[in-house]
């Protein structure tokens, strides 16, 4: 059928017809919204390069969290700053470390009954380096070891979901992570615990504000070596078949909108939960745009977001997740 018999247009003159064609849909149960837990009470300390965005003492997390649950939004994603940090993590896996300080008076809340709390399984907020992993030196190089890491991101893991985590995230990149994670925890009894692999997670530009409000950059080096080159996707699928393999029970893909090639490819391909975490570089860039008066904030937030889901995320982890929410009514 060719003009003027089809009209294309037809369908999008009112506000109504276009809700009711609509093909892709946004719902605050499929926001994630990330927290950063830091020592102290009554702490809420703003990221300089994420306006917004704080870093939250454990009370202050409990009322975010109530805000959050309030408006639907589906979960949260929790990271740690700890009040010291060694080069075996100690922080990441103490049992009263931040995060699971934070994981028990969260679940002792109203709001861990709306809510999945989430926690990401990762070393590099808790080294004195930075890494992701155990590092050694060989000479004058650094060398993160990746073998010797998984005992204690496996022991992160095994501690979080002890404290009352839903799902934990490993985001680490060490090969063989989602085996050593799942078989730690099914011998402490934790097997109904899943775990939502970073399993496509880009050595990227875009994680630069995380690493402030994280306190997570590395003191050497970069991550290059474990974290995925941004030109390959054929990689990628081969690094989410493995974590397939090894008993990963979803997948999260990172970043989102340099990305949406990578989301849709790994929607195509794979037949489980697919969620992506729109980064902080690419919250910081709209925000920045936003303060300028460049872009229409709430129309360019939502317009990103389903550029995520239209590529074929069924959960998207954001920091507009509150904002987003309250549009979506």
Not at 28 to 45: D, M, N, Q, S, T
Not at 271 to 300: C, H, N, T
Request: one cysteine or more.
């Amino acid at each position: 059928m060719e003009y003027p018999i089809t009209r294309l247009r037809r369908l999008r003159r009112s506000e109504p017809m276009r809700s009711l064609v609509r093909e892709t849909h946004l719902e605050p149960g499929a926001l994630i919204l990330p927290l950063f837990l830091c020592e102290g009470e009554g702490v809420r300390r703003e990221v300089s390069s994420m306006p917004g965005v704080f870093n939250l003492s454990v009370d202050e997390a409990v009322k975010e969290a109530e805000s959050a649950a309030a408006l639907g939004v589906g979960g949260l994603l929790l990271f740690g700053l700890p009040a010291e940090k060694d080069e075996q993590a100690t922080g990441a896996w103490a049992e009263d470390g931040i995060v699971q300080r934070g994981l028990r008076a969260l679940k002792a809340s109203g709001a861990a009954k709306k809510l999945l709390l989430i926690a990401d399984v990762c070393l590099c907020e808790y080294t004195s380096h930075g890494h992701c992993g155990i590092v050694k030196k060989q000479g004058e190089e650094y060398e993160i070891e990746n073998d010797s890491s998984l005992a204690l991101l496996s022991k992160t893991a095994v501690s979080l979901a002890r404290a009352g985590a839903d799902i934990v995230a490993p985001s680490d990149m060490m090969d063989g992570r989602v085996a050593a994670i799942r078989d730690h925890l099914d011998d402490e009894g934790l097997e109904q615990t899943p775990i939502l692999s970073y399993a496509s997670k880009f050595a990227s530009a875009f994680y630069g504000p995380f690493r402030e409000a994280a306190d997570s950059a590395p003191q050497f080096g970069d991550r290059r070596s474990y974290q995925m080159d941004g030109a390959n996707l054929r990689e990628a699928m081969r690094e989410i078949d493995l974590d397939l393999a090894e008993g990963a029970d979803m997948i999260l893909m990172k970043p989102a909108m340099p990305y949406l090639d990578v989301i849709r490819a790994a929607r195509e391909r794979f037949d489980v939960p697919i969620g992506a975490y729109q980064v902080s570089g690419e919250y910081a860039m709209l925000q920045a745009a936003f303060a300028k008066g460049w872009l229409d904030r709430q129309r360019a937030m939502m317009e990103s977001l389903l550029s995520i889901r239209r590529a074929g995320a069924g959960f998207i982890v954001t920091y507009f997740a509150k904002e987003a929410a309250k549009a979506l009514g």
